[in-house]
Each structure stands twice: as C-alpha cells, then as structure tokens.
C-alpha cells in the first residue's frame, strides 16, 4: 500500500550466523603505551564496582523497512565477557556502519573492598516489564525488556530478545542507587512511525545529565526504549557513577605526551588563508597591546603575558588589539606566522574518568570577513566578521580502558560535533585530519563548503575547507598547558592562560548597510527586505565582541557542546 510503511524484523536465530558484528579499526596498530597507574590496563575501578569495555557483539535481531534499509537498526548482546563480570544491560545501533559503541560490563568489589554497605553492588532484578514487542508474519518477533530493580537500585540499560518470555534474572544485574547518576535521552537512533504501530517505539542513547571534567557520571554504553517518552521526561534507568577520586585510569604526563604523538591530528588551513595562526608569544613579542577602559594608550604585553591581569571574570574592563594603526608591524601581525604556531593542549577527564579528552587550542591574531551565500552566488563581506584574536579548537576523545582514539570534536563557532573515529580521515598512522575553514578557522572533518545558515534555502555564511601547503602538526607543535586532575605543580600553566577577559576589542559592523550592496546585485527574483534578510544570518555576523580565551570558555570544565 502506498504512503504506508511497513517495518519486518530480523532475528538472529533465523538469517544471522553468530557471528561477531564488525567494528571499526584504526589504520594502524595500537602502540605500547608508556606504563603507570590504570591506564591503558583494559579495567577500571568506579569504587566499588570495576568494569570492562566491550566492543564484541553478537546481533540479536534488527529491524527493516520493506521499502529499503534506511532507519534499520540492530540489537546486540555483549560478547567475550570476563569470568565475574555481568552484563548492565543490551546495545543498540544503526545498521550500514561498523560498531562504533561499546556497553560496560561490571564486577561487584564491594565484598572485596571491605565495604560499609550492608547491600551488595550488584543485584539481579526482581523480574521485567516487556516495554514493546514485534511481530512479523514473514520471521517472528522481537521483544524489549526492561528490568524491574530491587529497592535501592537501578537498572541501568534495557535488553532485546527473539522470545516472548522474559529474559532469565541471571542475564543482567542493576546496581546500587548510590552508585548511579541520572543520565538523559542524547540521540534517537530509532523509531517507529508506522501507520500500523498503535504506540511509537523509540530507541535512544543515553548521557549522564551533569558532564564535564568535575562530573563523576559514567555512560554504560547501553539503550533507552519506551513507547510513552518525550523529550525532557525522567528515564527509568540510571548510569553508573565514579566513586574513586584519584581517577587513576586517567594518563600520566608521560603517556599524555605518547598519545599526542600518536594521534595528534594535522591540522591544515585553506590554500587562500590570509590569517595564519601564530603561536601567543608571537603576538605578544610584535606589538600586541593590553587595553583598560577608560585608557587611550595600550600597554606592551611581555611574552609570557604575565603582566597581563590575572584570574576573576570578564568584566569589560579590559581588552587585547593589534599594534596601533600607524605601527607598520600591524598588518604582518594580522596575517599571523605559521612558523611560530603550535596547539595548546589541555587534558581533563570525561565520562567520569573512562575516557580522556585532549582539548587542542590554536591562536589567530586575526579573524578575517565572512562570505555570505545566496544560491549559487557567493559575496565576501567587507567587514563584517572580522575580529582580532581568534581562538579555536578541536578535542580528541580517548578510551582509558586501551587507549584507543574514539572520537574527535570539530568546534564550528557557536556549537560543533563530534565525529566518530571510522568517519574520519588520517593522514599518517592514526593521525586524523582537520580542516580549518577560511578566515574563520572553524575547524572540520572533511574538505569542502559548509553552510552556516540555512542549509534547506541555501542561505548562510559558508566555511570552505581544504588542504594547503599551510598546515600545522600537532603531533610535533604543541604545548601541554593544563591537567589539573594530575595534581599542584606538575604542569606549569602559562601566565597568559590566566587572562579572563577579551583577546580583542568589540567591534559594531554596519551590516545593514553591506546587505544592502548585496541585495542590488541579486536578481529581482532573489531580493528579499532588508529584515528577512538579516533574519537568516546569525546575530553575531552584525557585530563582534572580543572572544574570550580557552580557561573562559564553558567546556574549559564543562563538556563540549553538542
């Protein structure tokens, strides 16, 4: 029937061998990584429970459209699971790609560490709620359970099924409320909108709701399904919690630098880039000048930036420019000096402590004026966009159970994504790629013309990406300027890092008036107001306060955003 779908469903024991599913590989082999501590060991203790990263499965069943394969996903059981440890809970994922997740396993230390608890970590639920079913009249059905936790626990993932009776109570365990956190719907990987579905079955990932390098809630790498959720609502299941503070998963400073050489990605700006990157001394040592309000004469600023006012909050009251207009050294310092430029890095536990992240920060003393696209036409502003120092950076996420790279995020001006390690590009070994975009130096994981904007109207300011014989490695040129979950003294934090307030002055554009001069050249078909023009672009195209540096911006503690 047209206009209809319909939705069949495959289960393992009919087409599917059991087999492993097919995960990502980096292009290179792992190395040894220096040893110390727990990183890299392939467990890692919250407290009182230890678990393991499984990254095996063996498919269960899955789902198909009878019109194509698009929107199909799979259910999987984790495979090669140590002796002592105990599934949490079942994984999910969308066909057509390698396994790009994992689902934490978990021991019960608690009898073991002497625990003052009077309740084992562990338990196996009392029984479950069948959540949503399928039948199929061409292979049988599919079954989502949910456990039902003893009081003073959590479930903490939902498992799949081929049969109609509920799992076996050994299959799973939940665990102590104490060592949870609440954890949100991130992303929707499925959903049933079907004419014959009489309840919508949704499948979701799954966060911890407070993230970030001070948070302690550890995703278990399981599924969310319901037939009654909406964005917003409190979940039935909980995610795990990190209760050990040394984080001792975590990398030493010697394993730090081990993982940057291994994975420390190239990063290459566009072959018309105007406004190279520079490293901060550079800026400093050519002219840059320290601003107070209420002063018309800018301060010199030394190299280490340490005359520089230190901590508190961006007030206003103080502000970097280039050097003064009649200095002749103004315009050589708006183009940067590649030579010069490195990758500030800083290093801060994610997901509670199971994953790395290393934050690399690159400096531009200038940003240059957007390009606005109309359609096929394309129109670089004369002004607008434009601010001097240009702050911009790209994180590399890392597995503490092996080391592995799991995924990068790209930050695209005011948001960014993260980008799974199979869909990235490498230039040497396991060395990603990153495209940093033209005058804008927004940073990217492939090249070509990303529309910031209006994607649908094609309307928007375009990011053009592409390699160049402009490039820095990070590999090599970088900077380690802060781990703080390594302790006092052990890396020294540049005096400049402390500088809270703006690396540049803000700047008002006459925007309308530059839209205007656009607009006169568009066909008359193509001229819109003034207002609905504006309206397509973001605000900040019109007017431009000085950014800020890396230790004042939220994921300097917090997670990135996305």
Partial sequence: MLGRECWCWDNLCD????????????????????????????????????VVQITKFKKIWGCGSSFGKSDCVSFYMPDGIPEGYYILGHYCQPDGEHITGYVLVAKDLSNVQDSASKLPALQKPLNYTLIWRSDSQYNGGGYIWMPNAPVGYKSIGCLASVEPNEPDRDEVRCVRADLTENCEASEMIFSSDSFF???????????????????????????????????????????????????????NLEQIHALIKHYGPTMYLHPDEIYLPSSVAWFFMNG??????????????????????????????????????????RTS?????????????????????????????????????????????????????????????????????SGELWSVYFSEHSGGEWVDACKLEFIEGNKPIVYASKYGHASFPHPGCYLQGSSKLGFGLRNDCARSKYYVDSSSKYE????????????????????????????????????????????????????????????????????????EKDNWLGDERW
């Fill in 197 to 251: 579905q009489r309840k919508q079955f949704q499948v979701w990932k799954t966060r911890p709701c407070k993230r970030g390098m001070l948070c302690a809630g550890v995703s278990a790498g399981t599924f969310f399904g319901s037939t009654s959720f909406s964005s917003g609502d409190e979940l039935d299941i909980a995610c795990l919690k990190n209760l050990d503070s040394s984080l001792h998963a975590m990398p």
């Fill in 288 to 329: 840059a000048l320290l601003y107070k309000d209420g002063r018309n004469n800018g301060t010199v600023i030394n190299s280490k930036g340490s005359n520089l006012p230190a901590g508190g909050l961006n007030d206003g009251q103080y502000w970097l420019d280039l050097p003064n207009k009649d200095d002749a050294n």
């Fill in 333 to 401: 310092v708006k183009c940067g000096n590649i030579e010069s430029a490195e990758l500030y890095v800083h290093i801060k536990p994610s997901i509670g402590g199971i994953f790395t992240d290393i934050a690399m920060w690159i400096f531009c003393p200038f940003n240059g004026p957007a390009t606005v696209k109309i359609g096929l036409l394309s129109f670089t502003l004369n002004k607008v966009g434009e601010h001097v120092g240009d702050w911009e950076h790209y994180t590399l996420r890392i597995s503490n159970f």
């Fill in 480 to 551: 380690i300027v802060a781990a703080e979950y390594l302790g006092e003294g052990v890396v020294a934090e540049p005096p400049w890092l402390q500088y809270m307030r703006e690396w540049g002055p803000t700047i008002i554009y006459d925007g309308r008036s530059e839209v205007e001069k656009i607009i006169k050249h568009l066909p008359f078909f193509m001229r819109f107001s003034v207002e609905s023009f504006i309206e397509l672009f973001p605000t900040e195209l019109y007017g431009e306060a000085g950014p800020t540096g890396p230790k």
């Fill in 15 to 50: 087409y599917y061998p059991v087999v492993e599913s097919k995960k990502f590989s980096l292009p290179s082999p792992l190395p040894k990584w220096p040893q110390g501590n727990g990183f890299g060991t392939g467990r890692i203790c919250l407290g009182e429970i230890e």
